[in-house]
C-alpha cells in the first residue's frame, strides 16, 4: 500500500505494520501517485515540473524532469 507526502511517498507492508519512506525533491508538493506493473511507484509533482519514481525492488527514488 502507498501514500504520497509533501516530500514523496510512504510504502505500508500491511502484514507488519512497517513504514517506509521514500523522499525526494524537498519542498515541492505531491499530488498524486500510480503503480506500474513492475510494482514501481510513480509520484506526480506538478510545482515542481517533474515526477518522482519509486523503484520498490532497488529501494530508491529519483526525479524525471519533464520538458514544458
Request: aromatic letters at 8%; proline letters at 6%; zero cysteines.
Amino acid at each position: 500500500m502507498w501514500s504520497p507526502h509533501r516530500e514523496g511517498a510512504f510504502k505500508l507492508d500491511p502484514l507488519t505494520g512497517k513504514y517506509t519512506n521514500y523522499s525526494s525533491a524537498p519542498g515541492k508538493a505531491n499530488y498524486d501517485l500510480a503503480a506500474d506493473k513492475e510494482g514501481n511507484v510513480w509520484v506526480s509533482q506538478p510545482g515542481g515540473n517533474r515526477m518522482a519514481h519509486v523503484d520498490a525492488n532497488a529501494g530508491k527514488i529519483d526525479n524525471v524532469l519533464l520538458d514544458r
